[in-house]
T-cell receptor, first 114, second 109 residues
């Protein structure tokens, strides 16, 4: 089945220790997104790629970086995680040529910062 | 600014009907989505409305009025597994999703 895969599902890191979250997709979608979601809050868009074009949301902290080496893979790097970065990180994809432009989500990575 | 409003929490009884409302103010409109999100899981797509009116999909229906900036999600014959958060999201003129904070739906036996 075509899908969006995120690894790891659960990540524990220490305050200030860099961490990388990964996302891959088999849907061949041209747009990929990274969201941060805290409990009982709306998902907050951090970045998105339209093909190789990188788009950084204005309020995304510099502590967050992203890479998309090819169509299928996307990475989220948190350079120096703080306690406030503990959240669920969601990767999503969409096809701008699709009927709905709906976003398909991966299962998420829950990040804990000790 | 851009804003999506929906109730924080609702409670309903198994077998009943519940309507979750959403109002929005966005820069541009390219459709409104409803997603379901179970605790600790990713959102899953439920419905999409871009024209005024009602879209029906089994036990779930979604309604849109663009002139009023209003949508609702109607869930019929509620089941315990419908306990989840329901997120309303509007696609703006840049094809970005503007998300509401979600409505937590609690189903009681």
């Amino acid at each position: 089945d075509a899908m969006v895969i995120q690894n790891p599902r659960y990540q524990v890191t220490q305050f200030g220790k860099p961490v990388t979250l990964s996302c891959s997709q088999t849907l061949n979608h041209n747009v990929m997104y990274w969201y941060q979601q805290k409990s009982s809050q709306a998902p907050k868009l951090l970045f998105h790629y339209y093909d190789k074009d990188f788009n950084n949301e204005a309020d995304t902290p510099d502590n967050f970086q992203s890479r998309r080496p090819n169509t299928s893979f996307c990475f989220l790097d948190i350079r120096s995680p703080g306690l406030g970065d503990a959240a669920m990180y969601l990767c999503a994809t969409s096809s701008r040529t699709g009927a709905y432009n709906e976003q398909f989500f991966g299962p998420g990575t829950r990040l804990t910062v000790l | 600014g851009q804003n999506i409003d929906q109730p924080t929490e609702m409670t309903a009884t198994e077998g009943a009907i519940v309507q979750i409302n959403c109002t929005y103010q966005t820069s541009g409109f390219n459709g409104l989505f409803w997603y379901q999100q179970h605790a600790g899981e990713a959102p899953t797509f439920l419905s999409y409305n871009v024209l005024d009116g009602l879209e029906e999909k089994g036990r779930f229906s979604s309604f849109l009025s663009r002139s009023k900036g209003y949508s609702y999600l109607l869930l019929k014959e509620l089941q315990m597994k419908d306990s989840a958060s329901y997120l309303c999201a509007v696609m703006d003129s840049n094809y970005q999703l503007i998300w509401g904070a979600g409505t937590k739906l609690i189903i009681k036996p």
